[in-house]
C-alpha cells in the first residue's frame, strides 16, 4: 500500500510539473498582451519570455530591455538627434502650413490650432526641453493619419464602445468611440486612465475631447507617451503597432496615404533623415 501510495505521489507530481511547463509556455508565446512573470525577464517581440540577448536585446518589447548604447547596424531609433525645442521645431508658420492643406468641408477646419499644440505639448515633462525630430515627424505623420489628415475631431462611423469595468464604468449615455487626433483611442478603460492622468472628466464627459482642441492633443499625447514612446528605439513600422494595434496584414508601406509616406514627407518638412526601421513585421 505504501508502495502504491508512492507510485501516486511521484505521478501526480510528474503531472503537475508537465502542467506548469504547459501553463509557462502558453503563458510565455503571449507575453505581449500579459507581460512576463518576474522583474528580470524581457519579453521578445515574438511574444516569449526569458532573460537572454535574444529577449532583452535589440528586439525586446518590453520588461528591462538593454537596448541602450547598442549598435547593430541598422539606424531604427525614432528618438535619435537631431533636434531642438519643440517651438522651433514646429513653428507657427510650419503649423499654419500644415492646416492651411486642410479642405474647407473638414468638419476639422480651423479646430487644430498652433497654441493649444504647444500648451498640450509642454504640460508633458519630454517635450519641456530638447525633442528629436524624428519623434515630432512620427507624431505628426500619426496625427495626420488618424484624423485623415486633420479633417476630423471625432470617428464619421462611430460604434459605442461601452465595456463593464469596475474602476471606469461608463457613463449612462456616453460611448467612447475615438476622437482628437488618434481616433484608435477608444473604450471607457481608455477614457477613464486619460482623464485621472490629465485630471479631466473624461469618462463623464468624453465628448470634451471633440469640443477643446487642447483636450484633443493632450489626450492623444497622453496615449503617445504612455504606450508608443518607450519603443521609439525599434523604428516607425514598430511604434505602428503601439498606435492601431499589433496585425501588420493591413500595412501598406507604398500605399498614397499610408503612415510611412506622411512619416518621410514630415521628416523632410523637418530637415531630418527617416529612421531604417519603416517596415511592420
Not at 503531472?15 to 525577464?41: H, R, V
Not at 509642454?122 to 496625427?143: D, L, M, N, P
Not at 492601431?244 to 500595412?251: I, V, Y
Request: aromatic fraction near 16%.
Amino acid at each position: 500500500m505504501a508502495i502504491q501510495n508512492a507510485i501516486l505521489k511521484h505521478a501526480l507530481i510528474h503531472f503537475l510539473f508537465i502542467l506548469a511547463i504547459l501553463a509557462e509556455n502558453a503563458f510565455t508565446q503571449n507575453c505581449m498582451d500579459t507581460s512576463c512573470p518576474g522583474l528580470k525577464q524581457c519579453c521578445s517581440r515574438w511574444g516569449s519570455c526569458g532573460t537572454g540577448e535574444d529577449y532583452c536585446g535589440f528586439f525586446c518589447f518590453s520588461g528591462p530591455c538593454n537596448i541602450k548604447g547598442k549598435y547593430y547596424g541598422y539606424d531604427y531609433n525614432v528618438e535619435a538627434e537631431p533636434g531642438g525645442k519643440i517651438e522651433s521645431i514646429i513653428t507657427p508658420a510650419l503649423f499654419d502650413s500644415i492646416m492651411s492643406k486642410v479642405e474647407s468641408n473638414c468638419s476639422a477646419k480651423g479646430f487644430y490650432n498652433y497654441k493649444a499644440f504647444i500648451t498640450a505639448f509642454k504640460s508633458f515633462g519630454a517635450y519641456k526641453g530638447k525633442v528629436a525630430k524624428r519623434e515630432i515627424a512620427a507624431i505628426f505623420a500619426h496625427f495626420s493619419y488618424g484624423s485623415k489628415g486633420f479633417c476630423y475631431k471625432e470617428e464619421i462611423s462611430p460604434e459605442k464602445y461601452c465595456s463593464k469595468s469596475k474602476k471606469y464604468p461608463c457613463e449612462p449615455g456616453k460611448y467612447y468611440y475615438g476622437r482628437g487626433l488618434l481616433q484608435s483611442i477608444t473604450w471607457n478603460e481608455y477614457y477613464g486612465a486619460a482623464g485621472k492622468h490629465l485630471g479631466l472628466p473624461l469618462l463623464k464627459d468624453p465628448d470634451l475631447v471633440a469640443r477643446s482642441t487642447e483636450v484633443a492633443f493632450k489626450f492623444a499625447m497622453w496615449f503617445w507617451n504612455r504606450n508608443v514612446r518607450p519603443a521609439l528605439y525599434l523604428g516607425f513600422g514598430e511604434i505602428t503597432k503601439r498606435v492601431d494595434g499589433r496585425e501588420c496584414s493591413n500595412w501598406r508601406r507604398d500605399g498614397p496615404n499610408s503612415k510611412v509616406k506622411q512619416y518621410i514627407e514630415f521628416c523632410k518638412m523637418l530637415g531630418v533623415t527617416p529612421d531604417q526601421g519603416l517596415d511592420c513585421f
